[in-house]
């Protein structure tokens, strides 16, 4: 999984640079019930949908998708929110915490099914226990940056004490990994 995942959206010289945080994650989460929704608005082009994953996660609260889209009345609306489904998705993808590099491994694996707010709040628990972070920088952090951290610490452990069992990844919700299996194909 990539460090450090922002996602730039740019149009016509305009841009929003957009962070996947895990305060970012569970608060739409929360909001949206699970990511089905989220997934579904991005594909449908849902304005609404769309608009609130910029407003969780824009680097400037003050990027707004609105002032965004209005910037050239020149281009049709349609045209300006096609160019948002690629970025938004790999954001929703980021913000679940799934690694687009591997995903053809986790969708063919056996691997145990969490649910997305039971996935991030066992982040949050890894990053401010395991990790020792401060809360603020576990909710400022990415789900990608917790889980690097995460396999360094164990790395490091592994290397004083010796090592032990693998444990397989897991991913979240069956809806979701039913999903990527027939995007991928």
Same mark, same amino acid.
């Given at each position: 999984?990539?460090?450090?995942?922002?996602?730039?959206?740019?149009? !016509?010289?305009?841009?929003?640079?957009?962070?996947?945080?895990?305060?970012?994650? =569970?608060?739409?989460? $929360?909001?949206? !019930?699970?990511? /089905?929704?989220?997934?579904?608005?991005?594909?449908?082009?849902?304005?609404?949908? =769309?608009?609130?994953? &910029?407003?969780?996660?824009?680097?400037?609260? $003050?990027?707004?998708?609105?002032?965004?889209?209005?910037?050239?009345?020149? @281009?049709?609306?349609?045209? @300006?929110?096609?160019?948002?489904?690629? %970025?938004? =998705?790999?954001? &929703?993808?980021?913000?679940?915490?799934?690694?687009?590099?591997?995903?053809? /491994?986790?969708? !063919?694996?056996? &691997?145990?099914?969490? %649910?997305?707010?039971? *996935? *991030?709040?066992?982040?949050?628990?890894?990053?401010?226990?395991?990790?020792?972070?401060?809360?603020? /920088?576990?909710?400022?952090?990415?789900?990608?940056?917790?889980?690097?951290?995460?396999?360094?610490?164990?790395?490091?452990?592994?290397?004083?004490?010796?090592?032990?069992?693998? @444990?397989? %990844? #897991?991913?979240?919700? /069956? #809806?979701?990994?039913?999903?990527?299996?027939?995007?991928?194909?």
């Amino acid at each position: 999984m990539a460090l450090a995942d922002e996602i730039t959206i740019t149009f !016509d010289g305009e841009r929003i640079t957009l962070r996947p945080t895990l305060r970012a994650a =569970m608060r739409l989460e $929360r909001r949206f !019930d699970g990511f /089905d929704d989220l997934i579904r608005g991005v594909v449908d082009q849902n304005i609404s949908v =769309m608009s609130a994953l &910029v407003e969780e996660t824009a680097e400037y609260p $003050r990027n707004n998708l609105g002032d965004f889209l209005a910037y050239d009345c020149r @281009k049709p609306m349609a045209y @300006k929110v096609a160019g948002l489904v690629e %970025p938004l =998705m790999a954001l &929703v993808m980021s913000l679940a915490g799934v690694d687009l590099d591997n995903l053809e /491994d986790v969708i !063919d694996s056996e &691997v145990e099914k969490t %649910p997305f707010a039971e *996935h *991030h709040t066992r982040l949050f628990k890894v990053a401010t226990g395991w990790l020792g972070w401060a809360p603020e /920088d576990a909710w400022n952090a990415t789900p990608g940056e917790i889980k690097a951290a995460y396999e360094g610490r164990l790395d490091m452990l592994k290397a004083i004490f010796g090592g032990g069992e693998e @444990k397989s %990844p #897991a991913i979240t919700e /069956d #809806a979701f990994a039913a999903f990527m299996r027939a995007r991928a194909k």
